[in-house]
C-alpha cells in the first residue's frame, strides 16, 4: 500500500475512533468504508508531487471534520430528516468551490445506502460543483447514474449546459424532463433563455409555456430571463413590450432593462427607465449604476454622466471596483480621459478590467505612447495582464507605428504564452503588417492556435497593402479551409487585383452575396478604375437598381475627375441628397482642375453655409487656385481662415501648398516663414522652397538649400532637380546646372525626362552655350518636343541679336 495511502487512513481511523465511543465492530465496519473513500480519493494526487501534499492534508480535514461532527449511524443510517452536519459539508464545498474538494465529498456520497429520497439532494448538488467547476461530462455522468432524479436535478443540467451555449444538450433534456412527466420552473426557463445560443424561434416556444404554465404571473425570474434573450438578439420594441407586460418586477428585471436599452444606443430611454427605478424608492444595486452607465457613448452625455457620478457617490459605491470600472468606461467614451485618468488615480484598489479600461483608452486617444507608461505600472499593483491588456498595447504601438517597442510587448506575450491567442496574435499580425514586416507578420499569423476571420484579413491586408499577389493566394487559401470571407476580406484583396483577378473575384463577390454590399462595391469601382478599366468602373453607375450611396457617388466621382470629366462630376453632386465633406472637396477639385475659379469660391461659401466645415483637402485646392491666379491677398486671407477655424488642418501637407503658393504670388519671405515652422519636413517642402528662392532670383540660397536637403537624408527625385535646374536657369549659373544635370543619372539614379532637358536647354541657349545645346539636343534619347526648340531658337536669336549688335556698333565706330 503506498505511504500516502497508509497515512490518509490512519489520519481518518484516528480521528473516527477519536470523535465517538462504539463497538469495535461499528469501528471496524466504518474503517472498512473509510478505506474505499481513501481509495477513492488519493487516486487524485500525484504520489512523486510534493505539491499534492496540501491537497492531501484537505481532503483529510473535510472527512476527518464531517466524520468527526456526524456518528457512523448518522451518515448511513437513515436520511429522513435533513442532517445539518451535513449541510455544513456541502456549505464548506460550495464556499471552496475545489475540484479535488468535490471528488472527495462524490466519493463519500457514492459509499451511502440510498435507501432515502436524501441522495438526491447530495447528487444534485455534487452535479452543481462540478458544472460550476467546468466538469461537464463528469456533472452529466452524474446525473445518468442517479437512480432517482427530481425538477432540481433537470434543472441543474439545463443551466449548466445553457451557461456553456450548449443549447441543443440542454433542449434535449428539456423534452426528457417533459416526457419524465416532470413540470418546469421558472429555474428550467431561467436557464435555457439565458443560453447565448438559443435562437429567437424557440425563445418564443418557450415564451408561450410561461404564459401557458402562468410562470410570468407569478414571479419576475422567467419574464427576467425573457428580456435578455430578446436583448441578446436586438428585438428592442418586444424587449419593452415585454417588460411592460411583466406584472412582478424585480431589480434585477430593472437593471436588466436599463442595461439592454443602454447597450442598443437608446440613451434616453435608458436614463427614463432608470429615473423611474429610483421614483419607486427601490435600493439601488451596483448592477444599476452599472446598467445605466452602459448607455454613455457620445460627448454630449458627459454632464448626465457627471450627475451619475454624483449619486454613485451618494449610494457609498464609488470604491466598489466594478461601479468605478464602469465609471471610467463612461467618461472614456463620452471623450473624457483626463477624468477617466482621474478616476483610475483615485481608485484605492484596481483589478484587470481598471487596468484594461485606460490602456485601451489612451492606446485609442492622442497619446498612445501613455498605454505602455501604464502597463509597465501594472506590476506595481500585482496585477497580472490578460489578453485585452496586451491586445490594447500592441495596438497602441500600430498607430504610432515604433517596432522596437512591438518587439518588446511580443516577448511579454511569449513570457505569458498568449502568442497563440487569437485575439493577441491577430493584433501582432497587424502591427507588424503595418510596420512593412510580413515575414513576421506571418509567422505570428501560423501560430494563431484557432484563426478566426480577423486573423485572416489582417495578414490579407498587410500583402495587400503591398499589391503582393500572396494576398489573393491567402484568401483562396482562407475558402479552402472553409472560413467564410467577410466585406474586409474582399476589399482588401480588391486592393492588390489585376485585371484577370479582378473579374474573377468579382465573380467570387457576385456568388457570395457581397455585391450588394457598400464597402465591396466601393473596391470593386476603384479597382476596376486603377486596372484602367474606366468604362466598367462607370456601369457601377447605370447597373444599380437603386440610387448610389455617398460613398460609392464619391468615387464614381474620382474616376470622372481622373478622365477629365469635371461636368459628369457635378452632375453627379447634384443627385446627392445629404453629400459629405469628400463630395464637396472632389466638386471642389474639378472646379479648380476645369478653370472654374468662381465657381469654386462659390460652392465654398455655399459649403459654409451648410456647416460642412472644410478639411486639409478643401484648403489645399483653395490654396492651389489662389497659386494659380497668383493673388497674394486671396492666398493671404485662405491662410488666416485655416488659423482662425481649425489650425489642425496646418499639417505638412497644406504648409508645403502655402509654401509654394507664397513663392509663386511673390511673397518669398512668407514662403520662408512657412517653411521655418514645418515640423515634419518632407521632400514636397525642400522642393516648394528651392523652387521659390529660385523663381525670386535666391539662386545661390536655392542651391544651398538642395545640398542641405541632401545632408539631412532626404534622396533628390525628379521634382527636385527640376526646382533646381530652375533657380540656375534664372540665376545664370551654366557650370553649376550642368554639374547638377550629370547628378542625377549617375548620383540619384534619376533618369532625366522632357522637362530636365528643356531647362538644361534654356540654360544653355540662353546664355550663349549654342553648341552645347545642340549636342544636348542630339543626344536625347527621345524626340524634343516644341518647348525645345523653341527655347533653342529664341538662344539663336538672341545670340544672332547680339552678334548684329556688336557688327553695328563696329561699322558705326568705322564710320566715325
Not at 466594478?322 to 471623450?335: D, E, G, Q, W
Not at 466598367?536 to 440610387?547: I, M, Q
Not at 441628397?577 to 472646379?591: F, R, T
Amino acid at each position: 500500500m503506498p505511504l500516502k495511502l497508509v497515512i490518509f487512513y490512519l489520519i481518518i481511523s484516528i480521528s473516527l475512533m477519536a470523535s465517538c465511543s462504539h463497538t469495535l465492530a461499528e469501528i471496524s465496519s466504518c474503517m472498512r468504508k473509510t478505506t474505499s473513500i481513501a481509495s477513492a480519493s488519493i487516486e487524485l494526487f500525484n504520489t512523486h508531487s510534493l505539491s499534492s501534499w496540501p491537497k492531501l492534508i484537505f481532503s483529510v480535514s473535510i472527512l476527518s471534520h464531517s466524520y468527526h461532527a456526524v456518528t457512523p449511524q448518522s451518515i448511513y443510517g437513515e436520511f429522513n430528516q435533513p442532517q445539518p452536519r451535513l449541510l455544513q459539508l456541502l456549505e464548506a464545498c460550495s464556499r471552496v468551490r475545489s475540484l479535488d474538494a468535490t471528488k472527495c465529498l462524490h466519493a463519500l456520497t457514492i459509499t451511502m445506502d440510498y435507501n432515502s429520497a436524501q441522495p438526491i439532494y447530495l447528487n444534485n448538488n455534487i452535479m452543481s460543483f462540478y458544472a460550476s467547476l467546468g466538469e461537464l461530462l463528469v456533472a452529466r455522468k452524474v446525473f445518468k447514474e442517479m437512480p432517482q432524479r427530481n425538477v432540481v436535478s433537470y434543472n441543474t443540467m439545463i443551466g449548466a449546459y445553457s451557461r456553456d451555449g450548449n443549447v441543443r444538450e440542454a433542449w434535449e433534456l428539456f423534452f426528457e424532463m417533459r416526457g419524465c412527466e416532470f413540470g418546469p420552473t421558472q429555474f428550467t426557463f431561467g436557464g435555457l433563455l439565458s443560453c447565448t445560443s438559443l435562437d429567437l424561434c424557440r425563445g418564443y416556444q418557450l415564451q408561450a409555456l410561461i404564459l401557458k404554465n402562468g410562470l410570468f404571473y407569478a414571479d419576475a425570474i422567467s419574464g427576467t430571463a425573457l428580456l435578455g434573450l430578446l436583448g441578446r438578439h436586438g428585438c428592442v420594441d418586444e424587449l419593452l413590450r415585454v417588460f411592460d407586460d411583466m406584472p412582478r418586477k424585480s431589480l434585477v428585471t430593472w437593471n436588466s432593462i436599463i442595461s439592454l436599452v443602454g447597450l442598443h444606443g437608446f440613451f434616453e430611454e435608458s436614463m427614463f427607465l432608470f429615473r423611474e427605478l429610483m421614483r419607486g424608492e427601490a435600493a439601488l444595486s451596483e448592477c444599476s449604476f452599472m446598467g445605466v452607465l452602459s448607455g454613455f457613448v457620445w460627448e454630449r452625455d458627459l454632464e448626465v454622466g457627471e450627475q451619475i457620478h454624483g449619486l454613485v457617490i451618494k449610494n457609498g459605491l464609488d470604491y466598489q471596483v466594478p461601479v468605478a470600472n464602469s465609471l471610467i468606461n463612461m467618461y472614456v467614451k463620452c471623450s473624457s480621459i483626463f477624468l477617466a485618468e482621474k478616476m483610475f488615480e483615485g481608485l484605492p484598489v484596481r483589478d484587470v478590467v481598471s487596468w484594461n479600461t485606460i490602456i485601451g483608452a489612451l492606446a485609442k486617444g492622442e497619446r498612445p505612447s501613455n498605454a505602455l507608461e501604464l502597463f509597465l505600472k501594472m506590476s506595481e499593483d500585482e496585477i497580472f495582464p490578460n489578453q485585452t491588456t496586451f491586445v490594447s498595447v500592441v495596438n497602441s504601438f500600430t498607430s504610432l507605428g515604433i517596432p522596437l517597442y512591438g518587439e518588446f510587448i511580443h516577448a511579454k506575450i511569449i513570457k505569458n504564452n498568449f502568442e497563440s491567442d487569437v485575439f493577441v496574435g491577430s493584433a501582432l499580425v497587424n502591427f507588424y503588417a503595418k510596420c512593412d514586416k510580413l515575414e513576421d507578420a506571418h509567422h505570428c499569423f501560423d501560430e494563431i492556435f484557432v484563426k478566426n476571420v480577423v486573423s485572416w484579413n489582417a495578414l490579407i491586408v498587410g500583402y495587400s497593402n503591398k499589391f503582393s499577389p500572396i494576398s489573393v493566394s491567402l484568401l483562396q487559401e482562407m475558402l479552402r479551409l472553409g472560413y467564410h470571407p467577410d466585406e474586409f476580406s474582399f476589399s482588401a484583396v480588391l486592393k492588390s487585383s489585376l485585371v484577370l483577378e479582378l473579374q474573377q473575384l468579382h465573380c467570387l463577390v457576385i456568388r457570395m452575396g457581397y455585391h450588394q454590399n457598400e464597402y465591396v462595391l466601393n473596391s470593386l469601382i476603384t479597382s476596376y478604375a486603377r486596372n484602367g478599366l474606366l468604362s466598367d468602373a462607370l456601369t457601377f453607375v447605370t447597373a444599380s437598381n437603386t440610387a448610389l450611396s455617398v460613398v460609392s457617388s464619391n468615387v464614381i466621382a474620382g474616376v470622372y475627375n481622373r478622365t477629365g470629366q469635371y461636368h459628369k462630376t457635378q452632375e453627379l453632386f447634384t443627385l446627392l441628397e445629404e453629400p459629405d465633406i469628400v463630395s464637396w472637396n472632389i466638386l471642389i477639385a474639378a472646379c479648380a482642375r476645369n478653370g472654374d475659379y468662381q465657381e469654386l469660391f462659390e460652392l465654398f461659401k455655399h459649403m459654409q453655409m451648410a456647416q460642412i466645415y472644410p478639411d486639409n483637402y478643401t484648403f489645399v485646392s483653395l490654396l492651389s487656385v489662389c497659386a494659380k491666379l497668383c493673388n497674394l491677398a486671396l492666398g493671404g486671407s485662405i491662410h488666416g481662415l485655416i488659423i482662425k477655424t481649425n489650425f489642425k488642418c496646418c499639417d505638412t501637407f497644406v504648409c508645403n501648398v502655402l509654401v509654394d503658393m507664397y513663392g509663386k504670388c511673390g511673397s518669398v519671405e512668407s514662403s520662408v516663414k512657412i517653411f521655418s515652422e514645418i515640423m515634419d519636413k518632407n521632400l514636397i517642402s525642400w522642393t516648394a522652397l528651392i523652387s521659390a528662392l529660385g523663381l525670386h532670383g535666391y539662386v545661390h540660397e536655392a542651391l544651398k538649400m538642395f545640398t542641405e536637403m541632401e545632408l539631412l537624408g532626404f534622396k533628390p527625385d525628379g521634382v527636385a532637380f527640376i526646382a533646381a535646374l530652375s533657380a540656375c536657369r534664372h540665376g545664370g549659373l551654366v557650370k553649376e546646372g550642368m554639374e547638377l544635370f550629370g547628378r542625377m543619372k549617375r548620383s540619384c539614379e534619376v533618369e532625366p525626362e522632357m522637362d530636365h532637358y528643356h531647362c538644361v536647354v534654356d540654360l544653355l541657349a540662353r546664355y550663349g552655350h549654342l553648341k552645347e545645346a545642340e549636342q544636348l539636343i542630339g543626344s536625347m534619347p527621345f524626340p524634343p518636343n516644341a518647348l525645345i526648340w523653341r527655347s533653342f531658337l529664341e538662344g539663336c536669336n538672341r545670340v544672332r541679336a547680339v552678334e548684329d549688335q556688336a557688327v553695328e556698333h563696329v561699322n558705326l565706330e568705322l564710320v566715325q
